[in-house]
């Protein structure tokens, strides 16, 4: 049996970002994430070379989306916070209530077909106001599939910069949310309460 030497906190911090800059300057590191503490819990943000490419509530389990990250991206994938600073800035300006649209790059490679079209048009709903999955559903061209819109909306990559919170049902009523139903309220209610005070 061995054991792994003794090393203080400061040395592996020191050693780990020396990796994360190798690994950068030697074009290794195709996926950096970090996670951020938000109103609406931990939300773990990766990006690649390309743009933001996953943003993850904690219930949807981190060390999931990561392997998938490393399954469906690049196996390439480190913690590297500092190249999500702009990521953690805006978001925590959203939060703050001093932003009320998002001006990152975007990687779009998880989304496909229809799904695609869906999370497209989330942007076109105004801050501090909502669609229906009915209209959302209208606005990518397919009027029937309302259910297909609802499946879009839960598998969003990018929640809270591509605003899937913002798609209700037809009487207005939340509906479901892939960060649970407590986050989607927290950030409808954060939108309208800025959007009144604007």
């Given at each position: 049996?061995?054991f792994?030497?003794d090393?203080?906190?400061?040395?592996?911090?020191?050693l780990?970002g020396h990796?994360v800059?190798r690994a950068a300057?030697?074009d290794?590191?195709?996926?950096?994430?970090r996670?951020?503490?938000?109103?609406?819990g931990?939300l773990?943000l990766a990006?690649t070379?390309a743009?933001?490419?996953?943003?993850a509530?904690?219930v949807q389990?981190?060390?999931?989306?990561?392997t998938?990250l490393?399954?469906?991206?690049s196996p390439?994938?480190?913690?590297?916070p500092a190249?999500?600073?702009d990521v953690?800035?805006?978001?925590?300006?959203?939060?703050?209530?001093?932003r009320t649209?998002?001006?990152?790059p975007?990687d779009?490679?998880?989304?496909r077909g229809f799904?695609?079209d869906v999370?497209?048009?989330?942007?076109d709903?105004a801050?501090g106001?909502?669609?229906s999955y009915a209209?959302?559903?209208?606005l990518?061209g397919?009027p029937r599939?309302?259910?297909?819109v609802?499946?879009?909306c839960?598998?969003n990559?990018?929640?809270?910069?591509l605003?899937?919170?913002?798609?209700?049902?037809?009487d207005g009523?939340?509906g479901?949310?892939?960060g649970?139903?407590?986050?989607k309220?927290t950030?409808l209610?954060?939108?309208?309460?800025?959007?009144?005070?604007?």
């Open positions: 049996m061995t792994a030497p090393i203080a906190d400061d040395e592996l911090a020191r780990h990796l800059a300057a030697d290794l590191l195709d996926v950096a994430y996670t951020l503490d938000s109103p609406v931990t773990l990006r070379p743009g933001l490419v996953r943003v509530y904690g389990d981190h060390e999931a989306v990561l998938a490393a399954q469906q991206v390439r994938v480190l913690e590297a190249q999500l600073d953690a800035r805006e978001l925590d300006e959203y939060f703050a209530g001093r649209t998002f001006d990152l975007l779009l490679q998880l989304l799904r695609r999370v497209l048009h989330l942007p709903i801050y106001r909502t669609a209209q959302m559903a209208q990518a397919s599939a309302v259910r297909a609802g499946t879009a839960a598998l990559p990018l929640p809270v910069v605003p899937c919170h913002r798609v209700v049902r037809s009523t939340p479901q949310y892939a649970g139903a407590a986050a309220l950030l209610d954060l939108e309208a309460r800025v959007g009144v005070a604007a």
